[in-house]
């Protein structure tokens, strides 16, 4: 946003001119879930997964981000990885903390 963008999508079209070839892209929009921009230049969508409550947002986006290295580490596709970085971070916004995080998501 503060690189004036309005959406996960159009900073992705904004700034995949910045990457080398072969590197994709990935911006989280918060509660409006997160795109992707693959290295062929496809581009995915996941929702957020909002907590019944949100107690606890510090700390959201970077289990964002382990979630989705994660899932790539393990030869997930792009868009299976940011359904699981969505689905991680809400579960973390309706929690206090970390402890336990990665058992609330089904991580097969």
């Known amino acids: 946003m503060s690189h004036g963008y309005t959406?996960?999508?159009s900073a992705l079209h904004g700034l995949h001119g910045n990457l080398r070839s072969g590197a994709i892209l990935i911006c989280a929009w918060g509660d409006k879930g997160a795109c992707g921009r693959d290295a062929d230049g496809?581009?995915?969508h996941a929702p957020a997964f909002p907590p019944e409550r949100v107690v606890d947002t510090l700390g959201a986006g970077d289990t964002f981000n382990a979630?989705?290295?994660w899932a790539l580490n393990r030869g997930k596709q792009l868009s299976d990885?940011?359904?699981i970085g969505c689905?991680?971070?809400?579960?973390?916004c309706g929690m206090?903390?970390?402890y336990g995080v990665a058992d609330k998501v089904n991580l097969k």
């Open 7 to 9: 959406t996960s999508e």
């Open 42 to 44: 496809a581009i995915f």
């Open 87 to 92: 689905e991680i971070a809400g579960k973390k």
């Open 96 to 98: 206090y903390g970390f």
């Open 67 to 69: 979630g989705v290295i």
């Open 81 to 83: 990885a940011l359904n």
